[in-house]
Each structure stands twice: as C-alpha cells, then as structure tokens.
C-alpha cells in the first residue's frame, strides 16, 4: 500500500506542463495492483504510460532523461539501485527521504530529496529544477560524481572484503 499510494502520489503532484514518462506494471504487492497505471494516473495529461522495459532497455531512458523518480518509502536506512543507475548516467534523482540518504548525498546539491508525504513540494522543486537547466546538470554532474567514485559494485565488494575479514 505505501509503495503504490507513494508513487501514485508523486507522480500526481508534478506539474500539468512537465511530461512524466512511467514505464512498466504495477508491482505485485503496490497498491490495489489489480489496477493500471492508467487507473490512477489516465487523468493526467502530463503522464506518458509505457510498456514494462528491460533493464537493460531502462538504461537508454535513463541516459535521456533529465530527473529520475525513485519512491521507496519502505527502505528506513538504505537505498534502491535506480538511485545509482540514474545518478551514473547523468539523470537528476529525486527520491525519497531516509538517513541512508541523506547521510551520502545533499539535498538540492545533488539530489532532490522528496520527505514523507511532500508530494506537492517535490512537485514544484521538479518544475523548477527544469527550468533551470545549468543547476539542474551541475547536480546531477556531483551526484554521477559521487555515484561513480562511492557507489559502484566494486566499492560494494571491497566493503563486503574488509567486513568479512573481520569474521575470517
């Protein structure tokens, strides 16, 4: 139910004149997954549905798209890979609001972080971010930055290295 009433929510709250582009079904356990996107979100006319993509396919989205959504309310002090994929790939994350997050990137630095039930703020600061394109790529350039040298595979395996040494 949070998942789903989550990204319904934010999705809603953007702007009428910024294009909004969802790309897959509802996932089972989202929110009344028995109903479309196009259930909740066939009202607005600033909301492109598509056909479920690859992950692979999601990349090329990803490198052409200026802001990425990232909701996972449920995740208290961690994060979902599409915050990474986007941010490596140049797209301006906006996601939402834990400590894990915080704690590895700066709101309105390098992200957009969206607080628990700030769906109509997150609204606005996307319309805004994008009609301020130098800032809009700077963050997205600090946060690529930050992915790329903080947050890759290899800096996952060389954490799980030194912790399991710790055990060996």
Same mark, same amino acid.
């Given at each position: 139910y949070t998942r789903g009433l989550d990204r319904i929510k934010l999705i809603r709250a953007i702007p009428e004149e910024v294009k909004v582009h969802v790309f897959g079904a509802n996932a089972e356990g989202d929110f009344l997954p028995k109903n479309s996107w196009e259930h909740y979100l066939g009202d607005k006319k600033n909301v492109i549905i598509h056909s479920p993509l690859s992950f692979l396919d999601s +990349?090329? @989205? +990803? %490198? @052409?798209s200026k802001i990425s959504l990232n909701s996972f309310p449920f995740f208290k002090n961690g994060t979902h890979e599409r915050l990474f994929t986007g941010s490596a790939l140049g797209s301006l994350v906006a996601t939402s609001d834990n400590l894990w997050v915080r704690r590895n990137f700066i709101d309105g630095e390098d992200i957009l972080i969206v607080p628990p039930k700030g769906w109509d703020q997150a609204g606005e600061r996307i319309r805004d971010i994008l009609k301020d394109t130098k800032k809009r790529e700077e963050m997205a350039l600090?946060? %690529?930055e930050k992915t790329l040298k903080f947050h890759t595979w290899h800096n996952r395996a060389e954490t799980l290295i030194q912790e399991m040494n710790k055990f060996l």
């Open positions: +990349l090329d @989205v +990803l %490198r @052409v600090k946060a %690529r």
